[in-house]
């Protein structure tokens, strides 16, 4: 099973969506839903890359009304939070079935990258969260740590699309 702060923050996002629907922009709604510092332990620092942005490439004929984005973790945990906005529900599915159709085969090209084993993609059914939920995990390894997993859940919620991902040792 996923990490217990990995779901918190997934419930955290729905919960925020179902509040935040049709009140104040979207700029703030987006920055309000992704990850903060205060969510993740207080040894985790900020990170910068973001290669699960990678991931959720803009899909033509969709436009997002805002976007934000947060990454934390330490040498050997990562949390990645992406959380769009977008014109409408039906934009927000289209974008949904787009992220997670490409989502797997990219979180095996990014861990690909450092490891010694890549699993397959197993797909495993988190609680229902919004109206549309998805997650899945890349069991992998290394010299250094050799049992680790990403795991990921994508969340359709009214007119939001929200990404979050987790890696860590197993």
């Not at 900020?46 to 699960?52: F, G, I, N, Q, T």
Request: with cysteine; proline share 5%.
């Amino acid at each position: 099973m996923p990490n217990r702060l990995f779901i918190v923050l997934t419930a955290l996002l729905v919960a925020g969506a179902a509040q935040a629907a049709g009140s104040g922009s979207d700029d703030r709604i987006s920055r309000l839903l992704v990850a903060r510092g205060s969510d993740v332990p207080d040894y985790w620092g900020k990170d910068y890359v973001l290669p699960e942005d990678q991931c959720v490439p803009a899909k033509p004929g969709l436009a997002l009304s805002a976007l934000a984005n947060a990454a934390f973790g330490t040498p050997h945990q990562k949390l990645v939070s992406v959380v769009a906005v977008l014109k409408s529900r039906e934009q927000a599915d289209a974008y949904y079935v787009h992220v997670v159709r490409r989502i797997g085969a990219c979180m095996r090209r990014i861990v690909k990258r450092f490891s010694s084993f890549v699993s397959a993609v197993e797909p495993f059914r988190p609680r229902r969260y919004g109206e549309r939920s998805s997650a899945a995990r890349v069991r992998f390894s290394y010299r250094q740590n050799p049992r680790n997993r990403a795991d990921w859940v994508v969340v359709r919620a009214g007119r939001l699309c929200s990404l979050t991902s987790q890696r860590s040792a197993a």
